[in-house]
C-alpha cells in the first residue's frame, strides 16, 4: 500500500492506494508541516486499522513538503511536485487523459493534465483565503460554515451592479441578471447575509471565467474542479452558471478534495 499525503496552509490530505485503488481518505487540521504530516498518517492507520508494515512507501505533496526531510514512522517517504500530482489525480478522477483541472484551495491553480505531459497554465490568488480575508473583514466572521450559511439568504442586488441596473437591453450573450461589476452597486440596506454571497459569487465568477479562458485556449470544453473549494455548495451553483453562458463543462468529482494527495500516491503505484 502507498499513502499520499498533500499538506496544505490550512487542510492536510492523505489517500492510501493498493493496487491502483483508493481504500481510505483522512482529513486534518494542524499549522505545522510535520505535525500534520505524520497526524494524518496516524489517523489514517487508527482508522482503517492498517498496520504500518503494510505500508510500503509515502508520498508527500503540497506547500508543507518542503518541510518534510526525512522518512515519516521509518517508511521510506519521497516528494512529488503539487502541480505534477494534481494533474496525475485528476486524470485518475476524471478518467480521462487530456483535462483541465482548476484546483481550488486558498488560492486556484489551472492545469492541464495530458498523458504525455502536465503543464501549469496559470491562475489567481482569488480562492478560498479570499473569501475568509474579505469575510472576517466586511462581516466580521472567518469560519466558512458561517459564511455560507449567511451566503444562503443573500440577495445579489444589493451589492453587485447587474446589466439590468446599466441597460434595457441585454449585451452581447450576456443577460440582464449577468454581473456588470462585482460589489459595483453596495447598496446602504445590504446585509451580512448579501455580502456573504457577494464575496463568494466574486470569487467564483473570476474562477470560473479563467477556468473557461484557458481551457478554450487548449481546445477544451470540460474542466475537472478539485480542492476543498470544489465542495462549496453555493460556488457550485455559480460555477455552473459560468457553464451555462460559455458552454463549459465543469466537473465535481466524488473526492475532488483529495485529487493531490490521490496523485502523490498514484505517482509510485
Excluded at 478518467?95 to 496559470?122: P, R
Excluded at 480562492?127 to 466572521?141: H, M, P, Q, S, W
Aim: hydrophobic share 45%; net charge neutral; charged share 20%.
Amino acid at each position: 500500500m502507498i499513502v499520499g499525503i498533500d499538506i496544505g496552509s490550512t487542510t492536510t490530505k492523505a489517500v492510501a492506494v493498493k493496487d491502483g485503488v483508493i481504500v481510505q481518505t483522512v482529513k486534518t487540521r494542524a499549522f505545522d508541516a510535520v505535525t500534520s504530516a505524520t497526524g494524518a498518517f496516524g489517523k489514517m492507520i487508527m482508522e482503517s486499522k492498517t498496520k504500518i508494515l503494510d505500508v510500503e512507501k509515502i508520498i508527500v505533496t503540497g506547500a508543507g513538503s518542503l518541510r518534510i526531510n526525512s522518512e515519516i514512522f521509518g517508511i521510506p517517504t519521497s516528494k512529488i511536485n503539487e502541480i505534477e500530482a494534481i494533474g496525475i489525480g485528476g486524470m485518475f478522477l476524471s478518467k480521462s487523459d487530456n483535462i483541465i483541472i482548476t484546483n481550488i484551495g486558498t488560492g486556484t491553480s489551472v492545469i492541464e493534465a495530458t498523458k504525455e505531459k502536465i503543464t501549469h497554465l496559470g491562475g489567481t490568488g482569488v480562492g478560498g483565503g479570499t473569501i475568509i480575508g474579505l469575510a472576517k473583514e466586511l462581516i466580521k466572521t472567518q469560519t466558512f460554515d458561517n459564511i455560507l450559511n449567511l451566503a444562503d439568504k443573500g440577495d445579489l442586488t444589493q451589492v453587485d451592479l447587474l446589466i439590468e441596473d446599466i441597460s434595457d437591453l441585454e449585451i452581447s450573450f450576456l443577460d440582464r441578471k449577468a454581473t456588470a461589476a462585482n460589489f459595483g452597486k453596495m447598496l446602504d440596506t445590504a446585509r451580512k447575509e448579501d455580502i456573504a454571497l457577494a464575496i463568494i459569487n466574486l470569487v467564483y465568477q473570476v474562477i470560473g471565467v479563467i477556468s473557461m479562458f484557458a481551457a478554450k485556449s487548449r481546445g477544451n470544453d470540460n474542466v475537472l474542479i478539485t480542492g476543498n473549494g470544489s465542495k462549496n455548495r453555493i460556488g457550485r451553483k455559480i460555477l455552473e452558471e459560468v457553464s451555462r453562458m460559455y458552454g463549459i463543462n465543469f466537473i465535481f468529482p466524488a473526492e475532488a478534495e483529495f485529487a493531490t494527495a490521490i496523485g502523490a500516491a498514484l505517482s509510485q503505484s
